[in-house]
């Protein structure tokens, strides 16, 4: 039994969900975590992911709330179900609320993504990564950093370094990316009219730009932070993309600072994950908080500078392709500006076959 349920999850199921396909009987349960089309459905259809067997339909909530509300439905199902082995992805609400469900009954816990740790127990995802892999039976690291830090915590038994099931889902879908015209894809965000904002403002053709992302809960809800943000991505050279989450867009418009991102920021609704990542090909570097991207920028060559203190994905820091700068405008302005490639690039998280070694694993694991 899988359990999903928030965008990146559905981007990461997309290579095991495949790789476990004709080994195991799978059961996916979407928790409903996210629910709008473009954080989901979206990527159903462009991942070719069947429908999941379940839906709960939890909705969005405060933590406890949320992961409450998933551990009931996951109980439940565990016990009509009685699935050998529940897996689970990342650190989200989704993830440990199916963790702390399953642990306590039979089935075999997995954690894929397993070993990673910021060091940042202020993010709710720090704490979700590390309770769920104090939960787990079987762990699956993408790196050999992820290994050593489950053993310091004194994780040893079923752990497997596995690679990176994402680098395998871009690999999946690479050749897909030159199909498309990605400006067609671009909607402004939010209520457009109003706002003067223009769709034709929007992708700056063959002209230099930068994608940005943002959604962390400590930048979107954190005003000074928040605007400090955008005083940094509207003032850069080049043009800039942001795909805006939907609680970015919320907190824009609550901290009145809707306008002023408007005028520097050419503002986009989320875009799908074939999009996405044609953006990301094209643009010059990266401005993200997101664990994701990081990774993606990495692999598809764009320079990245992540709008946090931490990161869970050190190694792209390390080797140069990622530098950490917080929210701090001057700094985001000097890291974007002067942000090159490096020479060298390493193999960081595996070489694309992580989701076919895990399925191998688990099917062993099963019997
Ligand atoms: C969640 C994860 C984060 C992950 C991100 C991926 C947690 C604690 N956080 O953050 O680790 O990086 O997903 O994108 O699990 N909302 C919508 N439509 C939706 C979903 C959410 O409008 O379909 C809005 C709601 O106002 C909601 C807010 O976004 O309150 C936050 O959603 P939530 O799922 O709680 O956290 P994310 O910020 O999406
Ligand atoms: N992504 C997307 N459309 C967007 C922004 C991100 O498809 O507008 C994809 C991105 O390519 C990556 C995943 O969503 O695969 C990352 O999700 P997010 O940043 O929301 O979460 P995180 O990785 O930080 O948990």
């Not at 559905?10 to 495949?18: E, G, H, W």
């Not at 089935?107 to 910021?118: I, K, M, Q, Y």
């Not at 015209?181 to 402004?188: I, K």
Request: aromatic residues 4%; glycine residues 6%; proline residues 5%.
């Amino acid at each position: 039994m899988s359990v999903i349920g928030a965008r990146p999850q559905f981007v990461k199921a997309a290579a095991v969900s495949r790789a476990l396909s004709g080994r195991v009987d799978e059961t996916v349960v979407h928790t409903g975590q996210h629910y709008d089309p473009e954080l989901s459905a979206v990527f159903f259809e462009e991942l070719a992911l069947d429908e999941p067997d379940y839906h709960l339909d939890v909705g969005s909530d405060t933590h406890a709330a949320q992961t409450a509300a998933v551990m009931v439905e996951i109980e439940r199902l565990v016990d009509a179900e009685e699935p050998d082995a529940v897996l689970v992805y990342g650190d989200t609400n989704s993830t440990l609320a199916g963790a702390l469900a399953a642990t306590k009954r039979e089935p075999t816990l997995v954690h894929v993504e397993a070993g990673l740790r910021s060091g940042d127990r202020s993010m709710p995802e720090e704490v979700n990564r590390i309770c769920t892999d104090h939960c787990a039976d079987v762990h699956y690291a993408p790196s050999e950093t992820a290994v050593e830090t489950l053993e310091r915590e004194g994780i040893t038994d079923g752990v497997v370094r596995s690679g990176d099931v994402m680098y395998d889902t871009l690999l999946q879908v690479r050749d897909r990316l030159a199909d498309d015209d990605v400006a067609d894809a671009l909607v402004p965000a939010g209520e457009t009219a109003s706002d003067g904002h223009h769709a034709d403002r929007l992708v700056p053709g063959d002209d230099a730009f930068v994608l940005a992302t943002v959604h962390r809960a400590a930048n979107t809800d954190d005003p000074d932070r928040l605007e400090s943000i955008v005083e940094g991505l509207s003032a850069l050279s080049r043009p800039v993309v942001l795909p805006a989450h939907p609680r970015t867009v919320a907190a824009l418009r609550r901290e009145g600072l809707w306008e002023r991102a408007l005028d520097g920021i050419d503002l986009v609704e989320p875009v799908g994950y074939l999009d996405f990542l044609r953006l990301l090909v094209a643009a010059d570097r990266v401005a993200t908080d997101s664990g994701g991207v990081q990774k993606e920028a990495f692999y598809l060559d764009t320079p990245c500078v992540t709008l946090r203190e931490t990161t869970e994905w050190v190694e792209t820091v390390e080797t140069g392709w990622n530098r950490l700068v917080g929210a701090d405008a001057d700094r985001i302005v000097e890291a974007v500006e002067s942000a090159v490639r490096p020479a060298r690039k390493p193999d960081l998280y595996g070489s694309g076959t992580a989701a076919s070694r895990i399925a191998t694993d688990v099917e062993r694991r099963l019997g």
